[in-house]
């Protein structure tokens, strides 16, 4: 049922990724999420929509981004089309996925989840309302190369230093970054092990590129590669490793206690 | 200069502690500082408070608290004071560290500080004013055994998977709580790596506790070793290593460019 309802959500999003989560991310399809979920209400007693209106996409360009961040973002989208030898549009190699402020709010209805969706909680990274507050990104995924590019502005509550970015900001950024690429590629997974090496303190406000690759897939263990870079790639900020291990969407909540 | 700020605001809070920084925590005690800061302004010419209240410290107990978080909170400021032989007040073995919304606010004045003191930028764990919402932690420190731990509660705006705190979040109380100890030990330090294992996922507004530990330290080097248990310590959600490397406060101002 959830799966119906992730590729009706499919049809009108492309290839739904929930990211940023734990831990655990999801990529929407119904080969997982059917699946994982046994015990699920009928489709017909549930609404598709739990909200009015359609949810917005928090990795759309807004005023708080500056020009720097506008023009990494532009350079990438023009990476999303490419014409072709007849001079038609074709889909090209680059595609930018949608970044909400709930998980998996927009494919509620199970009964497994319905203790577990509170109406008031909010994902970590879209969680402050103010425009360039804290974490403004989005997200490109290559799916040939197995990768993705996150361009990420930081805001002024992203504070450590002064004057510079948390390193709990950025490991939550390369934890958001490396997991929706590894959700992208194997499913539900969860977060195994993050090891970051620190090599630049971030300026706060600066706008960097989150470089994530495949590094490999072992049974239920997938690594991920990351660097975080300037936009123009000549200063490293940051180096990083990750493994996820795919999971069940049921051992989640089983695991509450 | 800005050792005899600090000298004061000891008087006021006893050792001033800076955690949470990027990156970069800072022990503020003169012998660091005046050997950090060549080049700032006479003592006379600047406020010593630059803010007209005493600074608001944010490790109180709130409304916000749950039993679980105030019973651990209880427990260890229990420990902070001990009855000696003649039954007189003695400090006891830890001491609850104050935490504030800004890493230097209090102790600014440098003109070297100054262009990176920003008004509207805040401490990322504490720059969130709903009470409840994020980060709510409390840290004592033993020095005697060089450890600390923290008492955190997750609030709702942290969530990762449905239901569960988000892994950079945990990341971020751990390399707040490791730095706060290695700053502790080794005056200005900078965050070189984080290395973090998730072994269960952390259910959203749950109380855990975050022990930290010295491991070595090896001339520039501190090693820090932590964990992330719930309260009764039965159940281990994180283990992390952590290293962080000494700095001078110029250091931090001189990378940016």
Same mark, same amino acid.
């Given at each position: 049922?959830?799966?119906?309802?992730?590729?009706?959500?499919?049809?009108?999003?492309?290839?739904?990724?929930?990211?940023?989560?734990?831990?655990?991310?999801?990529?929407?399809?119904?080969?997982?999420?059917?699946?994982?979920?046994?015990?699920?209400?009928?489709?017909?007693?549930?609404?598709?929509?739990?909200?009015?209106?359609?949810?917005?996409?928090?990795?759309?360009?807004?005023?708080?981004?500056?020009?720097?961040?506008?023009?990494?973002?532009?350079?990438?989208?023009?990476?999303?089309?490419?014409?072709?030898?007849?001079?038609?549009?074709?889909?090209?190699?680059?595609?930018?996925?949608?970044?909400?402020?709930?998980? /998996?709010?927009?494919?509620?209805?199970?009964?497994?989840? +319905? %203790?577990?969706?509170?109406?008031?909680?909010? !994902? $970590?990274?879209?969680?402050?309302?103010?425009?360039?507050?804290?974490?403004?990104?989005?997200?490109?995924?290559?799916?040939?190369?197995?990768?993705?590019?996150?361009?990420?502005?930081?805001?002024?509550?992203?504070?450590?230093?002064?004057?510079?970015?948390?390193?709990?900001?950025?490991?939550?950024?390369?934890?958001?970054?490396?997991?929706?690429?590894?959700?992208?590629?194997?499913?539900?997974?969860?977060?195994?092990?993050?090891?970051?090496?620190?090599?630049?303190?971030?300026?706060?406000?600066?706008?960097?590129?989150?470089?994530?690759?495949?590094?490999?897939?072992?049974?239920?263990?997938?690594? /991920?590669?990351?660097?975080?870079?300037?936009?123009?790639? +000549? %200063?490293?900020?940051?180096?990083?490793?990750? !493994? $996820?291990?795919?999971?069940?969407?049921?051992?989640?909540?089983?695991?509450?206690?």
């Amino acid at each position: 049922m959830l799966g119906q309802i992730a590729r009706r959500l499919g049809q009108l999003h492309g290839q739904q990724i929930c990211n940023g989560l734990n831990g655990v991310r999801f990529k929407e399809t119904h080969r997982h999420l059917q699946s994982s979920f046994k015990t699920v209400r009928p489709i017909s007693t549930i609404p598709l929509w739990p909200f009015s209106s359609r949810p917005r996409d928090f990795s759309q360009p807004n005023s708080s981004w500056s020009p720097e961040m506008r023009k990494a973002y532009d350079h990438y989208i023009a990476l999303c089309d490419t014409d072709n030898e007849n001079g038609e549009k074709t889909k090209g190699p680059w595609r930018k996925l949608p970044s909400y402020n709930r998980s /998996i709010k927009y494919a509620t209805g199970g009964i497994h989840l +319905s %203790k577990f969706i509170q109406a008031e909680n909010r !994902l $970590f990274t879209r969680s402050v309302k103010e425009q360039g507050a804290t974490f403004e990104y989005v997200v490109f995924v290559n799916k040939e190369e197995k990768s993705c590019v996150c361009v990420f502005q930081s805001g002024r509550l992203l504070e450590g230093a002064p004057g510079h970015v948390h390193g709990g900001a950025i490991a939550t950024m390369i934890d958001t970054v490396t997991g929706t690429l590894a959700g992208y590629l194997s499913g539900p997974i969860m977060t195994a092990n993050l090891n970051i090496d620190y090599r630049n303190p971030m300026p706060l406000g600066s706008v960097v590129l989150i470089h994530s690759a495949l590094d490999r897939i072992e049974r239920r263990k997938t690594f /991920i590669t990351c660097k975080v870079t300037s936009t123009d790639e +000549s %200063k490293l900020y940051t180096e990083a490793t990750a !493994l $996820f291990v795919s999971i069940s969407v049921g051992h989640l909540f089983g695991s509450r206690n």
